[in-house]
């Protein structure tokens, strides 16, 4: 069974591994939880492949010192996730999340290794779990603007998956309600979390569309994505039926601007590949963040779990997004979190929507 469960994108120093584990005095299992983290990410990850595991094993375990302490586990994981090159994935241990250390060479106009952008993601994060507010608004008159933020997930809570749903197709429905000229969907400051109420949310505008899905070869779909009555499917599976709300929204002569930057992760680089080449969508702004890999989820103990990438995104067109989403027209500038709705991304897409027949 495949398990797609998108995480945000919390591998800053201040929710790093090197953070003290408390320690759990679990050291007869401690072996155990490992050898199980490696056959998984043996048979799951992305980047299987790129090693030799039978070598790659003993290296993993040669980190490990048995202290008895649950975080006896960090270096040997941090090992494998670097020495395999997964930048997206992790394992959690006692709510700690643990990542490999990976120097990435990107042909990007930003410099993501530089320590303001490092700061800027970081309060991005922190201000966006201190509310659960979507910022909407009409632009220019007649441009119907919501932000998709990120949306942190909640195992086990599906009421807040829901609310989260339902408050972004309310917010698109009041919008419609000025009979908008187009759209403008902004993901510049969603740095990850779960894609199911970004999506489903998004379904009041979009109630039947195939999304793509995600890739392991580069060629053709590992998963399929589609939104059905204005829910996300995975293949067959959805976790959310809920009834679409019905506000008369006619879309097909409309324009749809979506914004995506440096900061769009994760979930957010998600929704940007299934929206990527459809029919009167354009993507403006910066290439994204690079996570732009599914992750799965496999729980290992109750406080344990591991996490690789097991595909890229890859929209309609089956272009596979192996670092980042590229968009349609690009605009470099420095995103403001605090002007969502002012400078130069929103101009062009604005004019893009208003000159478009």
Known sequence: MKYFLLFPLI?????SCKNNINSVKESSANSIILDSIISITKENSLYTNTVDWNNFREEIFAKYQDNDSISSLQKPIEYMFTKLGDFHGFAMVNGIQCKGVIKRKRKVSYDYENEDY?????????????TTEIVSTILYDSIAYIQIPMIINNFGNDSLNIAYTIKIRNKICELNKHNPK????????????????????L????PNMELGGDTKDGKTLYSKWSLINGNLHVDDYATQNMPNIDCNIQIEDKKIAILIGRYTSSSGEAVASGLKGQRNCKLFGEITFGASTTNSWFAITQNISVNPAIAYYMSTDY????DG?????????????????????????????????
């Open 182 to 201: 187009g759209y403008i969907i902004d993901l510049r400051a969603n740095i990850g979390g779960t894609m199911w109420p970004m999506f489903s949310g």
């Open 319 to 322: 272009t596979a997004h192996t």
């Open 118 to 130: 490092v700061t800027n993601m970081s309060e991005i994060y922190q201000k966006t779990i201190t």
């Open 11 to 15: 591998s800053l120093s201040f929710l």
């Open 325 to 357: 989403i590229t968009p349609d027209i690009e605009i470099i500038e420095g995103f403001n979190f605090g002007k969502l709705t002012k400078g130069k991304v929103i101009d062009e897409a604005a004019k893009w929507i208003y000159l478009s027949k």
């Open 203 to 206: 379904g009041v505008l979009f």
